[in-house]
């Protein structure tokens, strides 16, 4: 039988899934790619005028250079996108979200009420979250790793290039603010173990959710975040949560059912599931 | 999961609460004293309730408890036509206390007890029609005219002021936007012509977008939610440019899907995080995850036993969790698969 990747249902730092909901997913498999690949660097800034704390959005996808709707080569039907919003609530740093997603897949909950049938595998997942810009970037020194490889971005990239890292706050050609300084600048107090090493940075673990993860603070602070989507992801597939009956949301369902039907083979598979 | 919060009033918390405040706003306003006032029984007929139309019907526990035992709180009026107020033709502009009037009304009341402040303090009427705590949907219009006035009448109040004052920072900032539109769409929302919904949305335009919309309103053209929401796409599509740039380079620098069915019938492409070594037990005698996993979980316990482990409780606790998951995530663990199809139902 054919499969798709599926997130793991495991506690987020959102809490578990709730019955009845309806979650777009992007599914772990050892035959993707690693995260950073999916990852905007730098962040990009959220578009004037866009609204998403609690209203994830369908969006057609249009052309950059031309400015007409993209069109799917296999259905001739146009392409949306999901515009999704991180709540600082439930991850208070834009890294709590992507380390989770590294390590469970993504999983966002979307209104029953989306026309769910025009989402399709050419569809993708736009997460924005509001702390996810260092607007004073050019201040702060350079993350150790830009794990993109993108030049002027981190110490390695200076050394590489032959250039002063120390003098890189006052290069105007350095390039950024780079996704991977948001590691840096995670305090240490908002760890939940620091272990001290000496002659480097602190070890700190950090839990969200049920994820457990490591970041070594420079000792940086920063007062000023301007909002931005970090992360762009294929969806994998959709989950339906069931009621305690072994029901689902039969909106929603019905609406993906006619996706299959009308998008063929580039239809988002779904199913149904206790968790 | 996140919900969708309630809209909220712009004021929080009972008018009660913030009297301390008020005179500290007044002396910001240049109102050193409270201004002339007066209390007097007055017939309703004399009283005219801005924005009435607009406000919601009084609950009909509150007509009944006016019935029963009148106004507790005297409601605040000015003098809107006559002299003075004892002129037996003055009618009376109610600022605070709109809905009580209405109620009163309602309950067949024929005069009430107000609280009459003298006419040419415009901030104070503004200020006290915003701290009118009973305001509900409908009536948004009245809350944008009275900050227009605050801010019109150069008080030069900040929304930090206000805030310090008991009003709801979110509310506020979205009534703010709204109140520094152009002048030909913002005469258009105080007409009643636009809902509070279009109103929200023409103040995410971009400046530039605004003047259009305003130049349009000019020309005689009716806003509607079409007009608005068609404005605001285009603008928004501009803005994700760049996201849909880099996603487009982004895809064009993956390797080739793979053929395997896991990849998602080649054309999107999953999320990666777990190792490519299949999780089965070795056979050059290393250990498999499955078999660090049991072992580590044999250990933990003893960790919260011994003091001088606890640190190392902490990290064995970490690695557990991630090889569960790695064990769990592997579509080569038959017992996770089976376990899943069993409740399961998929539609591919």
Same mark, same amino acid.
């Given at each position: 039988?054919?499969?798709?990747?599926?997130?793991?249902?495991?506690?987020?730092?959102?809490?578990?899934?709730?019955?009845?909901?309806?979650?777009?997913?992007?599914?772990?498999?050892?035959?993707?790619?690693?995260?950073?690949?999916?990852?905007?660097?730098?962040?990009?800034?959220?578009?004037?005028?866009?609204?998403?704390?609690?209203?994830?959005?369908?969006?057609?996808?249009?052309?950059?250079?031309?400015?007409?709707?993209?069109?799917?080569?296999?259905?001739?039907?146009?392409?949306?996108?999901?515009?999704?919003?991180?709540?600082?609530?439930?991850?208070?740093?834009?890294?709590?979200?992507?380390?989770?997603?590294?390590?469970?897949?993504?999983?966002?909950?979307?209104?029953?009420?989306?026309?769910?049938?025009?989402?399709?595998?050419?569809?993708?997942?736009?997460?924005?979250?509001?702390?996810?810009?260092?607007?004073?970037?050019?201040?702060?020194?350079?993350?150790?790793?830009?794990?993109?490889?993108?030049?002027?971005?981190?110490?390695?990239?200076?050394?590489?290039?032959?250039?002063?890292?120390?003098?890189?706050?006052?290069?105007?050609?350095?390039?950024?603010?780079?996704?991977?300084?948001?590691?840096?600048?995670?305090?240490?107090?908002?760890?939940?173990?620091?272990?001290?090493?000496?002659?480097?940075?602190?070890?700190?673990?950090?839990?969200?959710?049920?994820?457990?993860?490591?970041?070594?603070?420079?000792?940086?602070?920063?007062?000023?975040?301007?909002?931005?989507?970090?992360?762009?992801?294929?969806?994998?597939?959709?989950?339906?949560?069931?009621?305690?009956?072994?029901?689902?949301?039969?909106?929603?369902?019905?609406?993906?059912?006619?996706?299959?039907?009308?998008?063929?083979?580039?239809?988002?598979?779904?199913?149904?599931?206790?968790? | 999961?996140?919900?969708?919060?309630?809209?909220?009033?712009?004021?929080? $918390? &009972?008018?009660?609460?913030?009297?301390?405040?008020?005179?500290? %706003?007044?002396? /910001? =306003?240049? @109102?050193?004293? !409270? +201004?002339?006032?007066?209390?007097?029984?007055?017939?309703?007929?004399?009283?005219?309730?801005?924005?009435?139309?607009?406000?919601?019907?009084?609950?009909?526990?509150?007509?009944?408890?006016?019935?029963?035992?009148?106004?507790?709180?005297?409601?605040?009026?000015?003098?809107?036509?006559?002299?003075?107020?004892?002129?037996?033709?003055?009618?009376?502009?109610?600022?605070?206390?709109?809905?009580?009037?209405?109620?009163?009304?309602?309950?067949?009341?024929?005069?009430?007890?107000?609280?009459?402040?003298?006419?040419?303090?415009?901030?104070?009427?503004?200020?006290?029609?915003?701290?009118?705590?009973?305001?509900?949907?409908?009536?948004?219009?009245?809350?944008?005219?009275?900050?227009?006035?605050?801010?019109?009448?150069?008080?030069?109040?900040?929304? $930090? &002021?206000?805030?310090?004052?008991?009003?709801?920072?979110?509310? %506020?900032?979205? /009534? =703010?936007? @709204?109140?520094? !539109? +152009?002048?030909?769409?913002?005469?258009?929302?105080?007409?009643?012509?636009?809902?509070?919904?279009?109103?929200?949305?023409?103040?995410?335009?971009?400046?530039?977008?605004?003047?259009?919309?305003?130049?349009?309103?000019?020309?005689?053209?009716?806003?509607?939610?079409?007009?608005?929401?068609?404005?605001?796409?285009?603008?928004?599509?501009?803005?994700?440019?760049?996201?849909?740039?880099?996603?487009?380079?982004?895809?064009?620098?993956?390797?080739?899907?793979?053929?395997?069915?896991?990849?998602?019938?080649?054309?999107?492409?999953?999320?990666?995080?777990?190792?490519?070594?299949?999780?089965?037990?070795?056979?050059?005698?290393?250990?498999?995850?499955?078999?660090?996993?049991?072992?580590?979980?044999?250990?933990?316990?003893?960790?919260?036993?011994?003091?001088?482990?606890?640190?190392?409780?902490?990290?064995?606790?970490? %690695?557990?969790?991630? =090889?569960? @998951?790695?064990?769990?995530?592997?579509?080569?663990?038959?017992?996770?698969?089976?376990?899943?199809?069993?409740?399961?139902?998929?539609?591919?």
């Amino acid at each position: 039988m054919f499969d798709f990747p599926r997130a793991i249902p495991d506690e987020r730092g959102c809490g578990d899934r709730e019955p009845g909901g309806v979650y777009a997913e992007s599914g772990l498999s050892p035959y993707g790619s690693p995260l950073e690949y999916f990852l905007f660097d730098p962040p990009l800034p959220l578009p004037a005028g866009v609204d998403l704390v609690n209203k994830p959005q369908l969006w057609q996808r249009v052309d950059p250079a031309s400015g007409e709707p993209v069109l799917d080569g296999e259905t001739g039907r146009p392409v949306y996108d999901l515009l999704i919003h991180i709540g600082a609530e439930h991850y208070p740093h834009a890294i709590d979200y992507i380390e989770e997603t590294r390590r469970l897949g993504a999983s966002r909950r979307l209104n029953a009420n989306l026309d769910l049938s025009l989402l399709t595998r050419r569809s993708r997942m736009l997460l924005a979250h509001p702390k996810a810009i260092i607007v004073p970037w050019r201040d702060l020194t350079l993350p150790e790793w830009c794990y993109k490889r993108l030049p002027r971005h981190d110490l390695a990239s200076y050394a590489l290039l032959g250039l002063d890292a120390a003098a890189a706050q006052t290069d105007e050609a350095r390039m950024g603010p780079c996704i991977f300084k948001l590691w840096d600048v995670l305090k240490g107090d908002e760890a939940m173990e620091v272990f001290e090493q000496e002659g480097q940075r602190p070890l700190c673990l950090r839990k969200i959710g049920s994820t457990i993860y490591e970041y070594r603070p420079t000792g940086e602070e920063v007062k000023d975040w301007e909002p931005g989507f970090i992360l762009g992801l294929p969806i994998t597939g959709i989950a339906l949560i069931q009621y305690a009956d072994g029901t689902v949301n039969e909106k929603a369902k019905a609406k993906l059912l006619v996706g299959m039907t009308q998008n063929e083979d580039m239809a988002l598979p779904f199913y149904e599931t206790d968790k | 999961m996140p919900r969708k919060p309630k809209q909220q009033s712009l004021l929080e $918390g &009972d008018v009660q609460q913030v009297d301390e405040k008020l005179l500290a %706003l007044l002396q /910001r =306003l240049g @109102i050193t004293a !409270l +201004p002339p006032h007066e209390t007097m029984l007055l017939p309703l007929e004399r009283m005219v309730v801005p924005g009435a139309a607009l406000l919601t019907r009084p609950a009909a526990r509150l007509v009944k408890s006016i019935q029963k035992v009148g106004l507790l709180q005297a409601p605040a009026l000015v003098l809107l036509s006559g002299t003075t107020p004892h002129d037996p033709e003055a009618t009376f502009e109610v600022v605070l206390g709109r809905r009580r009037i209405l109620a009163a009304r309602m309950a067949g009341l024929s005069v009430v007890k107000c609280e009459v402040y003298a006419s040419g303090t415009p901030q104070l009427g503004a200020l006290l029609g915003l701290i009118e705590n009973e305001q509900r949907s409908a009536a948004w219009i009245k809350e944008i005219e009275d900050l227009r006035r605050l801010i019109d009448e150069g008080v030069g109040m900040t929304p $930090g &002021d206000l805030a310090d004052f008991g009003f709801h920072r979110g509310t %506020l900032a979205e /009534r =703010l936007k @709204i109140v520094r !539109l +152009p002048h030909p769409i913002l005469t258009s929302i105080l007409a009643g012509k636009v809902s509070q919904e279009v109103a929200k949305r023409i103040a995410r335009l971009s400046p530039a977008q605004q003047e259009q919309v305003a130049q349009r309103v000019r020309e005689g053209e009716d806003i509607t939610a079409n007009l608005i929401t068609g404005v605001l796409r285009v603008q928004i599509n501009t803005g994700l440019v760049p996201a849909q740039t880099a996603l487009a380079q982004a895809w064009a620098q993956l390797p080739e899907p793979s053929a395997h069915p896991m990849a998602g019938n080649g054309h999107t492409i999953p999320v990666a995080t777990v190792g490519v070594t299949p999780l089965v037990d070795a056979s050059d005698g290393a250990l498999s995850p499955a078999q660090v996993l049991a072992i580590l979980e044999r250990f933990e316990p003893q960790t919260s036993a011994n003091p001088a482990l606890s640190r190392v409780g902490i990290l064995a606790r970490v %690695l557990i969790k991630e =090889l569960q @998951i790695a064990v769990r995530a592997s579509p080569l663990t038959p017992t996770s698969t089976t376990e899943t199809q069993e409740r399961e139902v998929t539609h591919v």
